[in-house]
């Protein structure tokens, strides 16, 4: 039987240990760096949320290594072309859009990135902490009747509009490879959308031609004392960019759960007046992985028999 590492087993889905307990050896262990280099040298599956890096120095570490799952659709953590060049599969949520559709955690957290921001939540809580119960320091702005634009109407894009029609926003929607939208969503290029969205939320996927696609002509375009939110990946947004907006006020605040190089701490970012940074916690609920690592226990596993299978011949 394949020997499956859990890299980061800490309240890691007992159905889903199970699961893959039926197709492999599995070793729960909650891992870090060094941790894991003296491990995946035995590992043929090797199981990963976001915790580590995947590069291509760790996995030379890994001469058995066959299979990486990871329980995400971004595959941000892992250096995918050095696992391929080894001919490691990548087995993920990538393209499972009819179980995501249930997934609803990210697009309930860009609300609450939304809401933090116009009602200025973690300055107010910190006040209070602090001793403070000055209410007229943090007199904030409604969603209602404001205009909110969603750029990338995918599964979660689609999710999040919805949510903000339920609070009576007018919601305007980008993205190149939509023609249809649900009723009372309006489809805009992105040039409008920037010009008249009281708050913006990124919602596109990124591939190499999206790498840096948001970048200083497009902060430059957003309505003056506009939001910023992004809970997509770091990596699709100029940093330098949305930091100048920022100091210069153009930008009233920013909210982000993502940032580039994920593994490299967002010290540089650290700082800077009204941005919220969170660490990649969007999609961080007890029910979303719960539902998410038996899902793709599953799929795993179906990978391993089907492989055993035809070895057997």
Not at 62 to 67: F, S, T
Not at 252 to 276: C, Q, S, Y
Request: charged share 25%.
């Amino acid at each position: 039987m394949k020997r499956i590492l859990i890299t980061e087993a800490e309240d890691f889905s007992p159905e889903a240990a199970r699961v893959l307990a039926e197709a492999g050896d599995v070793e729960l262990a909650d891992l870090d760096r060094g941790g894991l280099e003296a491990r995946i040298g035995e590992a043929q599956v090797l199981w990963v949320r976001l915790r580590h890096f995947l590069d291509a120095a760790l996995l030379e570490r890994a001469p058995k290594l066959e299979m990486i799952a990871t329980p995400t659709t971004g595959l941000t953590h892992i250096d995918v072309e050095a696992a391929e060049r080894r001919g490691i599969r990548v087995v993920s949520l990538r393209g499972e859009t009819e179980f995501l559709n249930g997934v609803r955690a990210t697009a309930e957290y860009a609300m609450a990135l939304i809401l933090a921001l116009l009602r200025h939540l973690p300055e107010a809580a910190a006040h209070v902490q602090a001793g403070g119960w000055d209410r007229q320091l943090f007199r904030g702005t409604e969603i209602y009747n404001r205009t909110v634009g969603v750029v990338g109407y995918g599964r979660l894009g689609r999710i999040v509009a919805r949510y903000l029609q339920a609070f009576e926003a007018r919601v305007l929607a980008t993205d190149p490879h939509v023609t249809f939208v649900e009723p009372g969503v309006e489809l805009v290029p992105l040039e409008k959308l920037l010009a008249e969205s009281d708050v913006v939320t990124l919602h596109v996927n990124l591939k190499k031609e999206t790498r840096g696609f948001f970048g200083r002509r497009e902060f430059e375009r957003m309505k003056p004392g506009s939001y910023f939110i992004n809970t997509a990946r770091g990596e699709l947004v100029d940093e330098d960019a949305l930091v100048d907006g920022l100091r210069s006020g153009r930008l009233a605040g920013a909210a982000v759960d993502v940032v580039a190089h994920e593994h490299d701490p967002a010290r540089r970012l650290a700082g800077t007046p009204n941005l919220l940074i969170t660490p990649h916690i969007g999609g961080c609920t007890r029910e979303s992985m719960q539902k998410t690592e038996e899902f793709l226990a599953h799929k795993v596993a179906r990978e391993l028999m089907v492989e055993h299978a035809c070895a057997r011949g």
